[in-house]
Nanobody, 124 residues
């Protein structure tokens, strides 16, 4: 059974940092691009960042450029999202998702596998 599991969420003060992890199993992890998405209460799920199967190519939404960094370790079937300078508006459930083609990554409706999410709350 193909599975993605996110971890690392929690409560952090504005300006703080968190590192989220996404571990995949049940599929050939290093054949898939991985994307991070988030969904705030009452809002649509939105794309944050994608990383190619090899990790050589990354893309970011404008609102996180310079603050968030995506990386992957295929030996550990893990993709990480380092989040710095967090703002209250970053509060959301964060999801990772997998798709075989990097060109499809970022399309909410086009991802093959999804995790169940981890909650990030940015508040003083």
């Amino acid at each position: 059974q193909s599975q993605l599991v996110e971890s690392g969420g929690g409560l952090v003060q504005p300006g703080g940092s968190l590192r989220l992890s996404c571990v995949g199993s049940g599929f050939t992890f290093d054949d898939y691009a991985i994307g991070w998405f988030r969904q705030a209460p009452g809002k649509e799920r939105e794309w944050i960042s994608c990383i190619s199967d090899t990790g050589r190519t990354t893309t970011y939404a404008d609102y996180v450029k310079g603050r968030f960094t995506i990386s992957r370790d295929n030996a550990k079937n893990t993709v990480s999202l380092r989040m710095d300078s967090l703002k209250p508006e970053d509060t959301a459930v964060y999801y990772c998702a997998a798709v075989p083609y990097f060109s499809f990554c970022g399309n909410v409706d086009g991802m093959d596998y999804w995790g169940k999410g981890t909650l990030v709350t940015v508040s003083s």
